[in-house]
């Protein structure tokens, strides 16, 4: 399969370019040629199969062409080494927990999915030095250093805003070592990205590095993501009292949203023929997609700092996709897409009221996805919401809000055993080119 950019300016890219590559040279976003459409007897058999027997037929459907099944294969089952549960948590609401990966946060299959696709492509070319740069808000830099760590012939260098993680999200790529260098930025996470999208617009440091990003820019990083809501679909189908009619006409998903790459990979699979009624897209206070959705204008603006910080985005660099998956029509987006936004004390009362009503706690991102779905479900839905990383990771909010101590998975622990080495630079893009030319 071919990809072209979004910006349509740049020459159409085989897979392996567009996944090295990361940004096409117009700047712009690769979008697969076409989407495919899966069988009815796949949605018809859907109950009966494993999350990776799933995920082998969706990959296969947007990889299949440019990589060896049987690599394929092998690649989607060790990223999906671990449980996605769908929890029931009161009538006709579900939350669908995707941190339960390496790093505690849903980004860990994207990033485990490219970093063996990426690896797989480097020995393809016999190309042992390429350089991934990497933009992050939080869970992004865990997720992606860890998915990479001790690959041979990668580099990975994560820049992310000084102040502006939580001690555990940073801890998680500050302290790896080997192969992960962690570039703190006097700034903010659209700095941080706008600094990453100038380097790949760098004459210079592509000749030199061979360059690539794993942000959700990269289509081996978001359409993976889709994998979560075909098993979502899955599991529904499997309860006796959800028939597969009625989940043909009433299911909805709300998706903590920021730099909107779990949001697109939803509508992909929708545009697959995951038979999802709609989408909500819920946002704290950096609502700029939020407000397209009310208002049909897109206004990027500086994000601004929350308790819910993987979503503090003003500048969500995959509308570009969601913009172009529905040819720029704003209504058929808006038939597809709700948007909710809230503020740090309305998420904060959510994650204490959902724990003191039903027992489930939620992390910020979370916390706010359930409170988009509460406000929007209709009474004949099905609700899912996407819990997109451990509560734990936010422990100083999420126990400020219960009034209560929670308990440290070992997993997470350990990070914050190990020291913190980072490089620190300013938001000037001749300072990173300069740092990245002396430490690669």
């Known amino acids: 399969m071919l990809f072209y950019s979004t910006n ?15 940004l096409a040279s117009d700047r712009g976003l690769f979008m697969p040629e076409h989407i495919p459409y899966l069988s009815d007897n796949f949605f018809k058999e859907i109950a009966d199969k494993s999350l990776v027997e799933i995920s082998k037929t ?7 062409d440019d990589i060896p099944k049987e690599k394929l294969d092998s690649i989607v089952a060790d990223t999906l080494n671990f449980e996605i549960p769908l929890i ?86 500050t302290t790896l070592g080997q192969n992960i260098v962690a570039l703190e930025v006097d700034g903010t996470f659209d700095d941080c990205q706008a600094l990453v999208k100038s380097a790949f617009m760098d004459e210079e440091l592509n000749q030199k590095l061979n360059l690539t990003s794993a942000n959700s820019i990269n289509v081996a990083r ?54 999802i009624k709609r989408f909500i897209a819920a946002n704290n206070n950096n609502d700029v997609f939020t407000k397209y959705l009310q208002n049909g204008v897109y206004s990027p603006r500086s994000s601004v700092q929350t308790i819910a910080n993987a979503m503090d985005v003003g500048a969500p ?20 897409v ?30 706010c996805a359930y409170l988009a779905l509460r406000e929007d479900k209709k009474e004949n839905e099905i609700g899912v919401f996407l819990s997109t990383a451990h509560p734990a990771k936010f422990i ?45």
């Open 8 to 22: 349509k300016k740049a020459p159409k890219a085989s897979l392996q370019e567009a996944v090295i590559k990361g």
């Open 58 to 64: 969706v990959a296969e459907a947007f990889f299949g």
């Open 88 to 173: 029931e948590i009161e009538k006709d609401i579900f939350v669908l927990e995707l941190f339960h990966g390496p790093t505690f946060a849903f980004k860990d299959v994207g990033a485990r999915f490219m970093a063996r696709m990426l690896s797989y492509f480097v020995k393809e070319r016999n190309q042992d030095d390429v350089k991934v740069l990497v933009a992050t808000s939080g869970d992004t830099g865990s997720a992606v250093a860890n998915g990479f760590l001790g690959v041979e012939g990668i580099q990975v260098f994560v820049l992310y805003p000084s102040g502006k993680v939580s001690e555990m999200q940073e801890a998680q790529f």
């Open 222 to 275: 978001f359409l993976p993501q889709s994998f979560y809501y075909f098993y979502a679909f899955a599991q529904l189908a499997k309860l006796n009292s959800y028939k597969e009619s009625a989940l043909a006409e009433n299911v909805v998903f709300s998706v903590p949203s920021g730099n909107l790459g779990n949001l697109t990979a939803g509508l992909f699979a929708n545009k697959m023929g995951l038979p």
């Open 317 to 336: 660099s995959n509308f570009e996709r969601i913009f172009d998956l529905y040819d720029g029509s704003y209504d058929d987006i808006k038939s597809k």
């Open 338 to 367: 709700k948007g909710f936004a809230y503020n740090d004390d309305q998420i904060a009362e959510a994650i204490k009221e959902l724990y003191n009503r039903t027992g489930y706690l939620a992390d910020p991102h979370s916390a």
């Open 396 to 440: 100083e909010t999420v126990e400020g809000c219960i009034e209560n101590k929670i308990s440290i998975p070992a997993g997470l622990a350990k990070f914050m055993e190990l020291k913190k080495q980072t490089y620190s630079i300013s938001n000037d893009f001749k300072q990173l080119k300069k740092t990245l030319l002396s430490l690669s």
